[in-house]
């Protein structure tokens, strides 16, 4: 059920639809698109087409038109992104900005967040499906390794996962590949990047480096500031350090713990676009992508991202598949870690058309150290989940106090601790996972002093890593279901104690969830059903670097950790083949040699392509198959506009004949909405069943191909029966069976059974207060069910009067909120209190019955905080140009209206509609 937000008192210019998620837009910065930005180039080493001139043309527009503003960056190259990052002293001038000869469009600067990775949290603390498989975890000794050494065998288990391992057993480290990372700056003193001279030293920016070199568009106060160097120097909390552990997975050589880079013998180039607080803007990440193509990096790694609609139409995105078509240069971009929030929640830029969107799949292991309780009669070897070893001043044995004698309470330090709670600070405190946060219960242990958490995994949950979010103390780890058990079950007998005299790092497989996707993973597609997931790797408690002062080392979970992987990858592919391949063709080859994974690993059925992808991630198998597939991928629509007859083209590119037999390899079908109300969007967990899935037919059905030879395959796709009121996705592989072992490739396909035409924009389910949306309220957040309401303004400085509250059901391409006369003639299509709907066709607002445009976006329902958008109407509005208006006495209505997916637009048939209750508008 959907709740209200509270009325917002905003500015008095007001910005119609508050509720987007993080008031994301910046005041008064643009960027202007010039006309011809992204022009196609030949070639697949790309020479900057740098032009300057359409600038300069529009500063002097600008002088002209006696503008104030403040340039922020300039896109001079036409085959990335033609444009102008612009700030205004005057809003009213954005008006100027679209009136420029070559404007071809104007977006807002929007801010941006890094794709958020979660630390010390166990990813399995949620309710999944029961796993038959009931052994949680068996340790395994792993040592340190340094693989830019030479070929020692490499144990990481990512590598193993991914079959990096076996290229590193072959001597290839990524030798002379640059992998640009645009994120939070980096640590480049770490040892793990300096060439093992110490801590505190660098290695940057010099021929040999790991991190060769790069960029800061951000002080650590999140202010403009241009630098050479990407060093950060960030308080330990917080995430500054998403950079130093996403470029460690690519680079890092350690030499005192187990996580090496993709390719140790590669550099990175450091980008740093966020602050300290996490905080960027797109415009800044576009100008460090346009700085990493003209710094010659081979690969571009994103673990950054926001909420999308489309595969089209947002800057940020139109750079990156600029980039991907014209410039040689694979993006590889973090997908997501919205997966709990069901289908058609796209993030962008990865679901962007031709970039590398990736998916995260689960760690096999987790990392640990050794310890040993004791209590009377009798000791224990446990195993506590963390990525840095417990600093522990000398002091290698510690008592153990449980906040609760009774075990597995749920609410286990969910509150704060009792008043005759001694002081902790010399004690290992033991408490249940539960339910609540770690940090809320690492917080309550603090008060009491405490130093040292250990949190017992629930029961039946799979080993889960935590690091806290606290440094240097307190620190947290994580023990198993079972270990906890034997602590609070002794402890109830008498003293228990932990002695860490002999610690060492440890791995702990998972046998409950290892190798399927991760929960969190997200799922698309984009509204025009486009995949928004390529690949996969591995995202789940990924040991790597961190900034020295957040101690060195840390395990995160998030696909900002699996984009680095598989941008380490595709450095090794290019180092390994040469550069002739396109990046499309990259891409390709990634996603199609992939392997698919089920759901889990008691349910006999392929995860969904919408979330995985063509699945996991296989380095080895995409470094030495002999074939090669175009498209790589089989994109169906919707059955209303159903594309289920499609070619595909298999090439042998090897030295040998192959044999290839086609099958069809189903993935389970996952279901938009509740069957009971059509409303509902299922959420976590979406279970894929082996129902209303395709049937596959190919022609030819067999083929023999020899070296350099090609054959057209036709596909032809049966849809399953299509379901409004639950819209299934389904999803599936095309396989094409090779008698080599490394030829056989699995081409990804996806559909929606259904109509996103017939899908409804706005959500008119009834809220708990029994009133059904969308709501038209007064600052009390009173329902206004009549058209006797007046707005008395006394100044313009008096608050906002009324509000209109709607919720969107999946997203539109163009909802426009408009200010129209009382006695307009219009009839919307869905009815409010005193305005019945339409019975023929809808007609359109005939021009002089409308005041003014008060807002025109695009908005997804993943842009929504809270779920309510909240488009408040005050003493003086801003248009879609952004010009100010004063309201004046009056009596008027609002209209918002809601473009249907898979429309043109250009007919009100095309939309949604809902005509407030009239009310007055009275000035004194």
């Known amino acids: 059920m959907r709740f209200l937000l509270p009325f917002l008192i905003l500015q008095q210019a007001i910005p119609a639809f508050a509720g987007l998620r993080g008031d994301d837009i910046v005041p008064n910065a643009f960027i202007v698109k010039f006309k011809n930005s992204g022009q196609s180039v030949s070639g697949n080493d790309h020479t900057a087409s740098i032009d300057d001139s359409v600038h300069t043309a529009f500063e002097s527009f600008l002088g002209q038109a006696s503008v104030d503003f403040k340039t922020n960056f300039k896109f001079t190259d036409k085959s990335l992104f033609h444009g102008y990052s612009v700030n205004l002293a005057n809003a009213a001038d954005v008006a100027a900005l679209h009136s420029f000869g070559e404007t071809d469009a104007v977006y807002p600067v929007r801010r941006i967040k890094l794709t958020h990775s979660k630390r010390g949290v166990s990813i399995n603390s949620r309710k999944s499906v029961k796993s038959q498989n009931s052994d949680s975890a068996a340790p395994v000794t792993v040592p340190a390794t340094n693989m830019s050494s030479g070929p020692i065998p490499d144990t990481f288990s990512p590598h193993l996962m991914t079959g990096v391992d076996k290229l590193h057993a072959q001597n290839y480290f990524g030798k002379s590949a640059i992998v640009g990372v645009i994120d939070s700056g980096i640590d480049h003193h770490h040892d793990a990047f300096n060439q093992h001279r110490g801590y505190g030293n660098t290695c940057f920016g010099q021929k040999g480096c790991p991190i060769g070199g790069g960029r800061s568009f951000l002080d650590d106060a999140s202010n403009s500031s241009i630098s050479n160097d990407p060093q950060i120097h960030c308080p330990a909390t917080g995430d500054a350090g998403h950079g130093t552990h996403t470029a460690g997975t690519i680079v890092a050589s350690p030499r005192d713990r187990n996580c090496p880079g993709v390719i140790p013998d590669g550099q990175v180039y450091a980008y740093r676009v966020f602050g300290c607080d996490g905080g960027g803007q797109n415009d800044v990440l576009m100008a460090a992508m346009q700085q990493a193509v003209h710094d010659k990096v081979d690969i571009i790694s994103m673990s950054i991202g926001g909420p999308g609609i489309f595969s089209y139409g947002e800057p940020l995105g139109e750079l990156a598949t600029s980039i991907m078509r014209n410039t040689g240069i694979p993006v590889v971009i973090s997908a997501g870690n919205d997966g709990n929030s069901g289908l058609f929640f796209p993030s962008s830029p990865a679901g962007a058309r031709d970039v590398i969107g990736v998916g995260s799949i689960n760690n096999n292991m987790r990392s640990g150290f050794t310890a040993k309780i004791t209590f009377n009669g009798g000791s224990k070897d446990i195993v506590y989940m963390t990525g840095n070893e417990w600093a522990l001043n000398g002091t290698k044995t510690w008592p153990v106090y449980v906040t609760s004698k009774i075990p597995n309470v749920e609410s286990d330090g969910c509150d704060d601790l009792p008043d005759d709670t001694p002081d902790l600070s010399k004690y290992v405190v033991v408490m249940a996972r539960g339910v609540c946060g770690l940090d809320k219960k690492t917080d309550s242990a603090h008060k009491k002093g405490a130093k040292l958490v250990l949190f017992y995994n629930n029961p039946g949950k799979a080993p889960g890593t935590s690091d806290g979010s606290y440094w240097p103390s307190p620190r947290s780890a994580m023990l198993s279901w079972e270990d906890g058990m034997v602590i609070t079950g002794q402890i109830a007998k008498g003293p228990v104690t932990i002695d860490f005299t002999a610690s060492k790092a440890i791995a702990v497989e998972d046998t409950l969830t290892g190798g399927n996707p991760s929960d969190f993973s997200q799922y698309g597609p984009t509204m025009d059903l486009r995949m928004a997931t390529s690949v996969s790797g591995v995202g789940t408690q990924i040991l790597s670097t961190y900034p020295i002062n957040a101690g060195r080392y840390v395990t995160l979970i998030g696909t900002s950790m699996s984009c680095p992987q598989v941008a380490g990858i595709t450095a090794l592919f290019q180092t390994i083949k040469g550069k002739s391949e396109t990046p499309l063709q990259i891409r390709s080859v990634l996603t199609t040699t992939a392997t698919p994974v089920a759901y889990n690993r008691s349910l006999n059925v392929l995860d969904s392509v919408a979330r995985q992808g063509g699945g996991l991630v296989n380095a080895f198998k995409a470094v030495n198959t002999p074939t090669r597939v175009w498209p790589d991928r089989i994109e169906l629509n919707d059955t209303a506009y159903f594309n289920g007859t499609q070619t595909l083209t298999i090439t042998n590119v090897g030295k040998e004949e192959q044999k290839f037999t086609t099958s069809h390899l189903p993935a389970g079908t996952v279901y938009t909405f509740d069957n009971s109300n059509k409303f509902i969007i299922n959420e976590f967990p979406l279970v894929p ?205 609002l209209l918002v209206r809601g473009q249907k997916l898979f429309t043109l637009g250009d007919k009100e048939v095309d939309f949604e509609s809902w005509l407030s209750p009239a009310f007055y508008v009275k000035r004194t």
């Open 689 to 893: 069943v082996n129902e209303d899935q395709a049937q596959l037919t190919f022609s030819p059905t067999s083929f023999t191909l020899a070296p350099g030879k090609s054959q057209a395959v036709v596909v032809t796709v049966k849809a399953p029966a299509p379901s409004q009121s639950t819209l299934p996705v389904f999803s599936g592989y095309a396989q094409f069976q090779s008698n080599l072992e490394m030829g056989t490739l699995t081409v990804p396909y996806l559909g929606v059974a259904g109509s996103m035409h017939e899908i409804h924009v706005f959500n008119t389910t009834l809220n708990t207060d029994g009133n059904r949306t969308p709501l038209f309220i007064d600052s009390n957040n009173t329902v206004i069910k009549d058209d006797n309401f007046t707005y008395v303004i006394t100044s313009d400085d008096t608050p906002p009067g009324v509000a209109l509250n709607f919720t969107i059901t999946v997203g539109s391409a163009r909802v426009t909120l408009e200010l129209v006369y009382a006695n307009t003639t219009f009839v919307p299509t869905i009815p409010s209190a005193t305005v019945t709907k339409t019975t023929t066709a809808p007609q359109p607002l005939r021009k002089e019955e409308r005041v003014g445009i008060l807002d025109d976006e695009p908005i997804s329902r993943g842009m929504i905080d809270g779920g309510v958008i909240t488009a408040s109407f005050g003493p003086s509005w801003d248009d879609d140009k952004d010009q100010k208006h004063n309201v004046t006495s009056g009596h008027y209505r």
